[in-house]
C-alpha cells in the first residue's frame, strides 16, 4: 500500500511538472499545477525536481503565482492576507511585480490602512533596502486614492505631498481629486487655500466643477472677505455657462464695495449733480437704465433674512479719488454723501 501511494504521488508529480512546462497553458493553470507540485513533494525530491526543470522556469512560474495570489487576495478584500503574501513573497527571495504592489496600496487604501500604505511607498525610495522593488512603480488610480482618502480625513499636508510626487513623476490628478481638495480645504476653513487649487483645477482641463462646490467657495470667499475672488469665480460660472443662483449674487453683494458715481463739479459740461451711491454690479449681471434715467442691476431682488450664510457687515464705500474703503457710519452716512 506504501509503494502504492509513493507511486500515485510521483504520478501527480510528473503531471504537474508537465503541465508548467506547457507554455500554451493559462497562468493561473500553471501556477497552480505548481502549488500542487510543490506541496505534494517532500523536501528532496522537490529540490531534485527544481533543479531539473530547465532554465528557471520554475523560479518563473513561482513567482508569477506569488503575485497572483497578492492580487487575489486584495482584490477580495483581504488586507492582512494580501498583506502577509507580499511579506512572504519577499522573504522567499523572489521579486514583486508593479500589478501586485499597486493591488496591496489599493486594499490598504480602501481598508483606511494609511500608515502600513505609507510604509510600502517608502520602500520603493530606499532600493538600497528593498532592491526587489527598482522596477516597482505606483500607478497614476493609486496616487489619486491616497489623496482623495487623505483628504477625507482632512490631512491636506499628506495629500499634497503626494500631489508634489505626483508631479514628480508626470502624473496628474484626476477631478475626483481636486474637488476633494477643494472640500477639505473648505472644511478647514481655508478659503485662499481652496482658491488656490481651483485655479489648479481649471489650468488642468478640469472646467465644469460642481455648482454646489463652486457655490460654498464663492461663500467661503464672501465670508473672509475677499470679495474680488469671488467675484472672479462668478464670472467663470457665468462664462462656461453655469451662472450661479440669485442667493449667491445676493450674498457677494452684501459684504462687496458699493460703487459711487463721482459728482459732476460747477464749471464741467451739463448741471452739477451729486455724487450716486449705488449696489456694485458683480460678473455675470448686466446694468439697465430705467426710463427715468437711474441705473439698476438685473436681477431679483431677494431679502437678506433669506440668504442663509449672509453676513450682516456694514456696507463699505470707495471714494472717488480715494484708495481708502471707508464706511458710511464714519462718513455721515449714504444720506451725507447724496447732499
Known amino acids: 500500500r506504501g509503494q502504492a501511494a509513493q507511486g500515485c504521488r510521483q504520478d501527480k508529480v510528473r503531471v504537474a511538472a508537465m503541465a508548467i512546462e506547457v507554455p500554451d497553458f493559462d497562468l493561473d493553470l500553471r501556477a497552480s499545477a505548481f502549488s500542487f507540485a510543490k506541496h505534494d513533494m517532500v523536501l528532496q525530491e522537490r529540490s531534485g525536481n527544481m533543479k531539473a526543470w530547465s532554465h528557471g522556469r520554475c523560479a518563473r512560474i513561482s ?25 512572504s513573497l519577499r522573504r522567499d527571495g523572489l521579486k514583486p511585480d508593479g500589478a501586485a504592489f ?28 528593498y532592491p526587489e522593488f527598482t522596477a516597482v512603480s505606483i500607478t497614476a488610480d493609486v496616487y489619486n486614492a491616497l489623496v482623495v482618502a487623505y483628504t477625507e480625513q ?76 469671488a467675484n472672479h469665480w462668478l464670472a467663470f460660472m457665468a462664462e462656461v455657462g453655469h451662472p450661479m443662483d440669485q442667493e449667491t449674487y445676493e450674498l457677494v453683494r452684501t459684504v462687496h464695495p458699493l460703487e459711487i458715481v463721482p459728482a459732476v463739479l460747477s464749471g464741467e459740461v451739463g448741471r452739477a449733480e451729486p455724487p450716486v451711491v449705488r449696489p456694485a454690479c458683480l460678473a455675470g449681471e448686466c446694468r439697465l437704465t430705467s426710463s427715468d434715467g437711474a441705473a439698476q442691476v438685473e436681477r431679483r431682488p431677494i431679502p437678506l433674512a433669506g440668504v442663509a450664510s ?18 458710511p457710519l464714519k462718513t455721515g452716512g449714504l444720506a451725507a454723501i447724496s447732499r
Not at 490598504?108 to 505609507?118: C, F, G
Request: charge should be positive.
Open 63 to 87: 513567482t508569477q503565482y506569488a503575485n497572483r495570489m497578492v492580487v487575489v487576495a486584495a482584490e477580495n478584500g483581504n488586507v492582512n492576507e494580501a498583506h502577509g503574501r507580499m511579506e
Open 102 to 129: 499597486n493591488a496591496l496600496l489599493s486594499a490598504l487604501i480602501s481598508a483606511k490602512d494609511l500608515d502600513r500604505a505609507e510604509e510600502w511607498i517608502a520602500s520603493l525610495s530606499t532600493p538600497a533596502l
Open 154 to 229: 482632512n490631512r491636506l499636508v499628506s495629500a499634497e505631498k503626494h500631489v508634489r510626487d505626483m508631479a514628480d513623476k508626470g502624473l496628474r490628478l484626476d477631478k475626483t481629486s481636486y474637488e476633494y481638495l477643494l472640500r477639505a480645504c473648505l472644511s478647514t476653513g481655508q478659503s485662499r487655500r481652496a482658491h488656490q487649487w481651483c485655479l489648479e483645477m481649471i489650468d488642468a482641463g478640469f472646467r465644469k466643477p460642481t455648482i454646489s462646490l463652486m457655490k460654498s467657495l464663492i461663500c467661503a470667499l464672501t465670508d473672509a472677505g475677499n470679495t474680488q475672488s
Open 310 to 327: 449672509a453676513r450682516r457687515r456694514t456696507p463699505v464705500l470707495m471714494l472717488a479719488g480715494s484708495s481708502r474703503l471707508q464706511s
